[in-house]
């Protein structure tokens, strides 16, 4: 699970809330005042649970998130509180009489100590509101979740209001036969998953309204439990109508807070929550021997204090056992990696979708593992944002966005052998038909129906069918087994401003535009057509295309640093790749380094080798053509031949330099900056190539 570990506000809001759920069982305020207590805990810590379910909401449904890896680690914490608890079950002779109703009730909703209720809820609610979410969309599922809420209301702080009418109170009678309470995984979960994944892709307000609602929220919501106490209307008091708005200006300003945190408070929250019941009971056994029962169990805050205290204990000693015994991870940034700028890669989405015309939707082309972004990553993040159609290279790169929980269109551009049709179909990717041939011949292979984009040649001669068989590209049309729901083309000099090159461009477009009309003519929907690639949407924006596939662009780099472009909407580089220096060695003037002694010290030098070759991307012929990395801010040169894995940069004018340095081979340090197109020149190549070929040895950091 993405713990958004930069999220402070969140984080130490995790360790409230835990100690509030406490609250809620062990009522500090009891001995003082009853109205007190209930305020404490029936109103104001009624805000911890939905915290934790906007907490996963937020993470794991609001990009970036995986739902069933999240599923899966919910179930083993069920699983293991359920175990832990059994003895105590056993003990107190809860098991006795149970059926299977009273089973089903226990492990799916109520959960199997009192306080374990927390995870089926979040088991069911989660699956249930990434179902919907997946399924129906946005909007349709926050009108389920709060229609399932108001549901739940009746037959929670409101159910004196329809106790006594006949109908409605049996069918909640029949709910409450299945689950004892609406407090649970369907009535109560959902809004707050759904509200979590929200504020995680939407923006919210400015801080002065998120108070002033948060403020109101409380106070209102403080009236309304009041009168529903006092109307006698309560049969359980977890749920208010105004508990959503709480939530919602609660989160907004939480997320406010920024700044990284350390320690795993995800964690301690967490086994603060499982173990605070046993705690209790440990707490009283402790108060009975040492005689302090006045002080620990009958004066409510005491109670409080001393299971708080020894829950927070407990959770520590676990947490610290666990990080000597646990297996070590290696770091991202031990040796060398690539860092993407996630805010970087969904700013140049929105400005290249703001730059398109009306109706031309950007598709963002995630090959090759996203020009080396990472493309599960970015196609989550774009996916958070709005970003609904990709394009991949191939059949395995669409598998792969799809099993990740991609959302939208996904072209599959290349080549794929018509014998993987049910792959196609079962993961609803559009195939590219390359050629009216393989249009043919993919529909006869097919059982069921496949989508496919037409690909037209009109002079690119890569793949497509030629624009002048317009019979033959009518008769894709009409196939049996395949939806045609596009047809597209390619442009081979979009990125080239010179004159022969700009009507050669023209006279692409005008072909294929020419064929659609034809089409459209005889009575055939083309579906969507596209053209532009980055270059082309650039150079030759163009209001007929439903989609432009911009690959080089949405990475904020261009090809070539010469290229000339008519337009760059303010696009900012999202990738940066950095090295640790893992040794500085001091050589005197003379001296040869490396294989075939191709580079000899002209001073005394101070030589830094880094571990990162061109097994990672960084290419051997770097050297010749001039390539530098930064250190402390400077340009050091890549001197002596590139290994696999290893390579040296003079650092003798780079002040102080240690082993564990930092070298940045393209992105900033300090004042200076080597952009992509840069470092790709001296490679001798273009910021395609470099791109792709950063190597699967590197980790991915994204911030
Ligand atoms: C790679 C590719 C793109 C994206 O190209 P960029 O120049 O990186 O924007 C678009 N269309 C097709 C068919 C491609 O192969």
Same mark, same amino acid.
């Not at 937020?58 to 003895?87: D, E, H, M, Q, T």
């Not at 909640?172 to 689950?179: C, I």
């Not at 072209?411 to 043919?440: E, H, M, N």
């Given at each position: 699970?993405d713990?958004?570990r930069?999220?402070?506000g969140?984080e130490?809001f995790?360790?409230a809330?835990?100690f509030?759920?406490?609250a809620i ?12 207590d209930?305020?404490?805990?029936r ?5 911890a ?6 907490v996963?909401?937020c993470f794991? +449904?609001? $990009?970036?998130g995986?739902? *069933? ?7 083993? @914490?069920? =699983?293991?509180?359920a &175990? /832990?608890y ?6 107190a ?15 799916f909703f109520?959960?199997?100590f ?6 089926p809820a979040?088991i069911?609610?989660?699956? +249930?509101? $990434?179902?919907?979410?997946? *399924?129906?969309g ?5 009108f @389920?979740? =709060?229609a399932?809420? &108001? /549901?739940?209301?009746l ?6 209001l329809i106790?006594?009418?006949?109908g ?10 299945l689950m004892?309470?609406t ?5 109560f979960?959902p809004l707050f998953?759904? +509200?979590?994944?929200k504020l ?10 998120e108070?002033?609602g948060?403020?109101a929220g /409380? ?6 439990a ?5 109307q006698g209307w309560?049969?359980h008091d977890s749920?208010?109508?105004?508990l959503?708005?709480?939530?919602y ?22 086994l603060?929550?499982?173990l ?10 402790a108060?009975?021997f ?13 109670h ?8 927070a204990a407990a959770?520590a ?10 297996p070590r991870?290696v ?14 890669l969904k ?9 398109a015309p009306?109706g ?9 593992d996203?020009?080396g972004h ?6 989550r993040e774009?996916?958070s ?7 991949v ?21 290349g ?7 049910r ?8 195939q ?12 006869e ?10 690909k037209?040649?009109t ?24 939806n045609v729901?596009g047809?597209?083309?390619?442009l081979a ?6 004159d ?10 005008r072909?294929f ?5 034809e089409?459209?003519?005889?009575g ?6 596209h ?5 082309g ?8 295309c439903?989609?432009?596939?911009a690959g080089v662009?949405?990475y904020?780099?261009k090809?070539d640093?010469?290229?000339g472009?008519?337009?760059w909407?303010e ?7 950095r090295?640790?220096i893992?040794?500085?060695?001091e050589?005197p003037?003379?001296?040869?380094i ?5 580079f000899?010290?002209?001073r005394?030098?101070k030589i ?17 053509g ?5 250190v402390?801010g400077?340009?050091?040169p ?7 894995d290893?390579l040296?940069l003079d650092?003798?004018d780079a002040?102080?330099v240690?082993?564990?340095s ?6 900033r340090d300090g004042?200076?900056?080597i ?10 190549t ?6 792709s ?7 991915r950091?994204?911030n």
């Amino acid at each position: 699970m993405d713990r958004g570990r930069n999220l402070k506000g969140i984080e130490l809001f995790r360790v409230a809330a835990a100690f509030l759920v406490v609250a809620i069982h062990t009522s500090p305020l009891a001995s003082y005042s009853a109205t007190a207590d209930f305020i404490l805990t029936r109103v104001f810590a009624r805000t911890a649970v939905p915290f934790f379910f906007m907490v996963t909401g937020c993470f794991v +449904l609001g $990009g970036g998130g995986n739902i *069933r890896a999240s599923l899966k680690k919910l179930l083993i @914490i069920y =699983a293991a509180s359920a &175990a /832990l608890y059994l003895p105590v079950n056993v003990y107190a002779g809860h098991l006795s009489g149970w059926n299977l109703l009273e089973l089903v009730r226990q492990v799916f909703f109520e959960g199997t100590f009192y306080h374990l209720w927390y995870l089926p809820a979040a088991i069911l609610g989660l699956w +249930l509101t $990434g179902l919907m979410l997946r *399924r129906l969309g946005d909007r349709p599922t926050a009108f @389920i979740a =709060a229609a399932l809420y &108001a /549901l739940g209301l009746l037959g929670d702080s409101y159910w004196g209001l329809i106790e006594n009418i006949p109908g409605i109170n049996s069918a909640y009678n029949a709910v409450f036969a299945l689950m004892g309470y609406t407090r649970n995984g369907l009535f109560f979960a959902p809004l707050f998953f759904w +509200l979590g994944a929200k504020l995680r892709s939407g923006r919210g307000c400015s801080i002065g309204y998120e108070a002033a609602g948060l403020a109101a929220g /409380l106070a209102l919501m403080l009236g309304e439990a009041l009168l529903a106490r006092s109307q006698g209307w309560q049969r359980h008091d977890s749920m208010y109508v105004l508990l959503p708005f709480v939530m919602y200006f609660l989160f907004a300003l939480l997320l406010r807070a920024r700044g990284r945190v350390r320690l795993p408070l995800g964690s301690f929250s967490l086994l603060v929550y499982i173990l605070h019941p046993a705690v209790i009971i440990a707490v009283r056994g402790a108060a009975r021997f040492l005689g302090l029962w006045d002080i620990l169990v009958e004066n409510s805050l005491g109670h409080y204090a001393a299971v708080c205290l020894g829950s927070a204990a407990a959770s520590a000693v676990i947490l610290l056992v666990w990080a000597r015994i646990r297996p070590r991870s290696v770091s991202p940034t031990a040796r060398a990696w690539v860092e993407v700028s996630l805010d970087a890669l969904k700013n140049n989405a929105k400005r290249l979708q703001d730059f398109a015309p009306e109706g031309c939707e950007l598709m963002a082309v995630l090959k090759c593992d996203a020009y080396g972004h990472g493309a599960v990553r970015s196609a989550r993040e774009l996916n958070s944002i709005g970003v609904g159609a990709f394009a991949v290279a191939c059949l395995a790169e669409g598998v792969e966005l799809r099993r990740a929980g991609v959302r939208g269109l996904i072209l599959i551009l290349g080549f794929t052998p018509v014998d993987q049709w049910r792959v196609i179909r079962r993961y609803k990717l559009t195939q590219c038909a390359v050629s009216a041939d393989y249009a043919r011949a993919l529909s006869e292979a097919v059982r069921g129906r496949v989508d496919v984009h037409l690909k037209v040649d009109t002079g690119m001669h890569r793949l497509g069918e030629s624009w002048e068989h317009t019979e033959a590209i009518a008769g894709c049309f009409g196939l049996p087994r395949l939806n045609v729901t596009g047809m597209f083309t390619h442009l081979a000099v979009s990125d080239s401003l010179s004159d022969s090159d700009v009507s050669f461009t023209e006279e692409q477009i005008r072909r294929f535009f020419g064929l659609a009309a034809e089409l459209e003519r005889r009575g055939i929907d083309t579906g969507a057509l596209h053209t532009q690639a980055s270059y082309g949407l650039l150079n030759y924006p163009d209001a007929r295309c439903a989609y432009a596939r911009a690959g080089v662009a949405l990475y904020g780099v261009k090809s070539d640093e010469h290229d000339g472009v008519r337009a760059w909407p303010e696009l900012e580089p999202a990738l940066s790749l950095r090295a640790r220096i893992g040794l500085v060695r001091e050589l005197p003037a003379g001296e040869s380094i490396g294989y075939g002694r191709e580079f000899t010290t002209a001073r005394a030098s101070k030589i830094a080798v880094l571990p990162v070759g061109y097994g990672d991307g960084v290419f051997r012929c770097a050297m010749h053509g001039g390539a530098e990395a930064l250190v402390n801010g400077k340009r050091c040169p890549v001197v002596a031949r590139i290994c696999m894995d290893q390579l040296c940069l003079d650092v003798t004018d780079a002040g102080d330099v240690k082993p564990g340095s930092v070298a940045t081979f393209i992105g900033r340090d300090g004042s200076e900056f080597i952009s992509c197109e840069e470092f790709a020149s001296k490679c001798g190549t273009i910021s395609n190539e470099v791109l792709s070929r950063l190597g699967k040895r590197l980790p991915r950091v994204y911030n």
